[in-house]
């Protein structure tokens, strides 16, 4: 069990979050927000608050879903989730490749031709649990931009490294990189 951990405060509530190491020189601050409702609920109305005003939700599958579906439950505004697999379901879905600060190779995120159609020119607001190299958030943008849909905004709970300082996002709170 991993012991070192870094304690902050978001929306309100003290966490503790583990130190996991992500390169020799690079560790960061693990958030999973699976599980944790009081955060989730807690987290989402703290967003909400500083939404600009949108028609719909995407989030990329998997971490995002608690918090774009606690979102939509408290706004009653519609949600996409961008999938990592297309499904057999899916009915002509377009794709775009993507690679994230915790995740080991690129992966692909896709949407369905009914999700487009609604999506297609709606203020979409973009929703992620962590925003940190901005992959993520860089698919999620091209997936609504080739829907027809237009950025209201994007989101996250928390923000690390680089993704601190931009000015075209919104977050709860800074998440820090640990260098070694």
Same mark, same amino acid.
């Given at each position: $069990?991993?012991?070192? *951990?870094?304690? $902050?405060?978001?929306?309100? =509530?003290? &966490? ?22 009081? %955060? ?6 703290? %967003? ?9 939700? +995407? *989030?990329?599958?998997? @971490?995002? +879903? ?10 009653? @505004?519609?949600?996409? +989730?961008? &999938? ?5 379901? $899916? ?17 692909? =995120? ?11 020119? @709606? ?14 958030? &860089?698919? %999620? ?25 931009? @000015?075209? +996002? ?11």
């Amino acid at each position: $069990m991993n012991e070192k *951990t870094h304690t $902050m405060t978001i929306a309100g =509530l003290e &966490r503790h979050l583990p130190i996991c190491r992500v390169s020799d020189s690079l560790s960061i601050a693990a958030f999973v927000i699976f599980g944790d409702v009081e %955060l989730t609920i807690a987290a989402s109305s703290e %967003l909400l608050k500083k939404a600009p005003e949108f028609d719909v939700m +995407i *989030t990329a599958e998997a @971490k995002g +879903i608690p918090l774009v579906y606690e979102m939509a439950r408290q706004s009653g @505004k519609p949600y996409f +989730i961008a &999938r990592k697999y297309p499904k057999l379901y $899916m009915a002509n879905p377009i794709s775009v490749d993507v690679r994230s600060i915790t995740t080991d190779k690129e992966q692909t =995120l896709y949407l369905d031709e009914s999700e487009m159609a609604v999506i297609n020119g @709606k203020r979409v607001l973009i929703v992620d649990d962590v925003i940190s190299t901005g992959e993520s958030l &860089r698919a %999620l943008d091209m997936l609504v931009e080739r829907s027809g849909g237009k950025i209201a905004g994007q989101c996250a709970i928390l923000a690390e490294g680089d993704a601190i300082d931009r @000015k075209d +996002i919104f977050y709860l709170e800074p998440l820090p990189l640990f260098f070694e």
